[in-house]
């Protein structure tokens, strides 16, 4: 289905070149209707970034409630500035589309590897690429093992959706790393209850057979299938818990209008075997469409190189070595990437750029609250050009080229600099913003190219933002600026 044109609204429609500079240069009401054609063209691009920011807030507040174990959810939800995908058409079997449309071949395999996990070595897998592998590949392109339709963690769905599973489905779950026993209260109780359990059982199980009474014995087969039950919910509770992935990119109020047995949460084998990075990379995203988890290569990767991807996008490039450690820990989680290694001699260069990157992230969220409300002078609205453009210097600098530098190139293309270009007088001024408008719709068509392939909704929104822009530099170049530039002249040689 595909979504709606971002930005052309406003757009005015042009004929042709020729008939709108005729009509443009016949005299001053037709310069001063141009002028208001433009103005009115910034402001629906800075309308169209109010609704989108509000849209934003509401899905924030939705995802808040539904807690989503991985940065699948988040890093989707990053591009929350880009109008809302369409309603999903998820029924109980996926997809609507061929999951691979686009061939997908495998690039990687499995290896282990030592861990150390709660104190203890242990083994896990994880994948690595068997060649070399260029940026923008899509690598991984799979539908969920099993799904949920409710959020969070619904044991006896959770249960039911396994036992529906082969042999050999239930052994690759199996082969996932769990999340840490505390990560969760709920694994905590589950935890709690076995124990309890257990300990009742304990005296009886330590007897020997021949010891034990008959009614001992009535116990200890009674109970000993609920002991089993509960420790494979946990397990698996455990499992899901640490991969689960949001299907779902909707505010709450939307969720709650979705059919009955619509899947909200799935589990994905490969990408649950995908290590953290907090220099991810790869990006994972759900295509809600095909119902498949894609996964694309960020940057080149060699032959050999693990692939990896960023737990928590929200934070991943903001916070510090220590408060990553912190919050990966409560996941189960341990990092040893070139920003978490204090051995590593990049890492100075990433503690310094996450703090710069939270430092003006503060400070542009202040100006662009202010600008919220009320029109800023060009002084603070340069001040946030500047800023912003430092703030992805820095994204870039820690390995972060992905969706995160979209979020704020749209801040710059649809906010900031618009309000730039109302405020100034001059046309050639306001070509010269508009070009950079056009620059970094560019961009930003580029890295969404790189994240989500052109196949996809999200790809499709930033490419018409980016015609929008191109159509809006080309009606100052060759049709309304040149047009009042010859008013002006004309002007000038009657006096
Ligand atoms: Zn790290």
């Known amino acids: 289905m595909p979504s709606k044109p971002s930005t052309p609204t406003g757009v005015p429609e042009r004929t042709s070149a020729e008939t709108n500079h005729k009509d443009l240069i016949s005299g001053e009401t037709q310069r001063r209707e141009a002028a208001v054609q433009l103005e009115q063209v910034t402001k629906a691009r800075r309308k169209r970034y109010r609704e989108r920011q509000r849209e934003k807030k509401s899905k924030e507040e939705g995802s808040a409630a539904t807690s989503i174990a991985t940065g699948v959810g988040a890093e989707t939800r990053a591009l929350a500035t880009e109008p ?78 396994y036992q529906r599973l082969s042999k050999e489905e239930q052994t690759m779950i199996w082969n996932i ?102 220099v991810p990379n790869c990006f994972a995203s759900f295509d809600d469409q095909r119902g498949c988890m894609n996964i694309h290569v960020t940057r080149d990767i060699k032959k050999g190189e693990e692939l990896t991807l960023a737990a928590f996008a929200d934070t991943n490039y903001y916070n510090n070595a220590a408060e990553r450690a912190k919050e990966l820990g409560a996941w189960g989680l341990t990092c040893s990437c070139e920003a978490c290694d204090e051995t590593n001699p990049r890492f100075v260069v990433h503690e310094g750029a996450r703090e710069r990157a939270r430092a003006r992230a503060v400070i542009l969220n202040d100006i662009l609250t202010r600008l919220d409300k009320s029109d800023l002078p060009d002084a603070d609205l340069t001040n946030a050009q500047t800023l912003l453009c430092a703030l992805m210097r820095d994204l870039k600098s820690t390995g972060c080229e992905s969706v995160e530098s979209v979020r704020w190139r749209n801040v710059l293309m649809d906010c900031v600099l618009p309000a730039r270009a109302l405020l100034v007088a001059d046309n050639k001024h306001k070509t010269i913003l508009w070009r950079v408008v056009l620059e970094h719709a560019r961009e930003c068509e580029k890295v969404a190219r790189m994240c989500f392939g052109d196949d996809r909704v999200e790809f499709r929104a930033l490419q018409q933002s980016r015609e929008a822009a191109e159509a809006t530099v080309q009606m100052f170049v060759d049709g309304v600026v040149d047009a009042l530039e010859k008013v002006e002249l004309k002007e000038e040689g009657e006096d």
């Open 84 to 161: 809302p995908p369409p309603k999903p058409e998820l029924k109980h079997a996926f997809p609507a589309i061929s999951p691979v449309e686009v061939p997908v071949l495998p690039r990687y395999e499995f290896r282990e590897f030592s861990r150390v996990n709660g104190g203890k070595e242990d083994t896990d897998q994880g994948l690595f690429a068997t060649q070399k592998i260029e940026k923008g590949t899509r690598v991984i392109s799979e539908q969920p093992i099993l799904t949920l339709s409710a959020p969070g963690d619904q044991l006896d769905e959770l249960m039911s959706a």
């Open 177 to 278: 790393q769990p999340a840490s026993p505390n990560a969760s209260a709920q694994l905590q109780d589950l935890r709690f209850i076995i124990d309890r359990l257990v300990l009742g059982l304990k005296t009886i199980i330590l007897k020997p057979r021949t010891d034990r009474s008959e009614s001992e014995q009535n116990k200890l087969d009674s109970m000993a299938p609920k002991v089993e039950h509960a420790m494979n919910t946990w397990r698996l509770a455990a499992r899901w818990h640490a991969n689960r992935s949001s299907l779902i990119n909707l505010p709450m109020h939307e969720r709650l209008n979705l059919p009955d047995g619509t899947p909200i949460t799935g589990l994905f084998i490969l990408r649950a075997h995908i290590r953290h990075s907090c």
